[in-house]
């Protein structure tokens, strides 16, 4: 970690990995939930997939971030969540209960609710709506939103790689970075390359996601121009 004033600077492949282990976690205990399930009814996961994320990310904020102690991937990368600490501070401040529950409407709440409103407009076809009625208004909102949300977060992932601040958009709403749980330790495992190397996966992913919108959105403006 390099030093900006009298801060530590936390790697920014840190913070991707931390955040790429907690991911990872939850996705293996709903994979062995899944196949548990599947010996009794197998489209219920599928079904109540939505429900699952938000369960399982509300347990692991409400035993890490709640409860002012690290996630299990930050705890691997000697990490844990701060707000801004005073310019001549390098140790962590707890959260407020205010951030604690923005974080947790952002992380959590939003997200499933954002999901299962799209499962929701998928299978009441909304989209096939004819142009101009109020269904396919909304199915257009829908998807105009999310773009927007896409867009927002790759700003924000280029501002993070710029500074190492704030990895996610709901971080940077929320006021919430991640810091060293202990300033004079090193972490558990040094996987800087394997850091960049997510890094790199996320934002060619955010990329492949906007060029299909932009490709549709470009010859409405240059009609516009025109």
């Known amino acids: 970690a390099g030093r900006r004033g009298l801060q ?12 790429s282990l907690d991911e990872e976690l939850t996705g293996m205990l709903k994979d062995q939930l899944s196949r548990a399930a599947a010996l009794l009814k197998p489209s219920l996961i599928t079904t109540l997939s939505p429900e699952l994320d938000a369960l399982f990310r509300t347990i692991l ?19 844990i969540h701060s707000s801004n ?5 390098i140790h962590p401040v707890a959260l407020t209960r205010r951030q604690r529950l923005l974080h947790a409407l952002l992380h959590v709440l939003l997200p499933y609710l954002w999901a299962r409103l799209g499962a929701a407009l998928g299978g009441w076809d909304w989209g096939a709506a004819p142009a101009g009625a109020w ?7 829908h998807v105009n939103l999310e773009a927007l949300s896409k867009h927002l977060s ?6 993070f790689l710029v500074s190492g601040e704030y990895r996610t958009l709901a971080d940077r709403l929320a006021g919430v970075r991640l810091m060293h749980q202990d300033p004079y330790a090193a972490r558990a495992l040094n996987l800087d390359y394997v850091g960049y190397f997510l890094a790199w996966q996320t934002f060619t992913q955010l990329l492949a996601f906007l060029r299909p919108l932009v490709s549709r ?4 403006v240059r009609r516009r121009l025109a």
Request: net charge positive; no cysteine.
């Open 8 to 19: 530590v600077v936390v790697s920014k492949a840190s913070q991707l990995e931390a955040d």
């Open 61 to 79: 904020f409400s035993l890490s971030v709640w409860s002012h102690r690290p996630t299990p991937g930050s705890a691997f990368q000697n990490l």
């Open 85 to 89: 600490p005073p310019p001549s501070s």
């Open 135 to 141: 269904r396919r208004r909304a199915w257009e909102a």
């Open 154 to 159: 790759l700003v924000n992932f280029v501002a």
């Open 217 to 220: 959105s470009a010859p409405h």
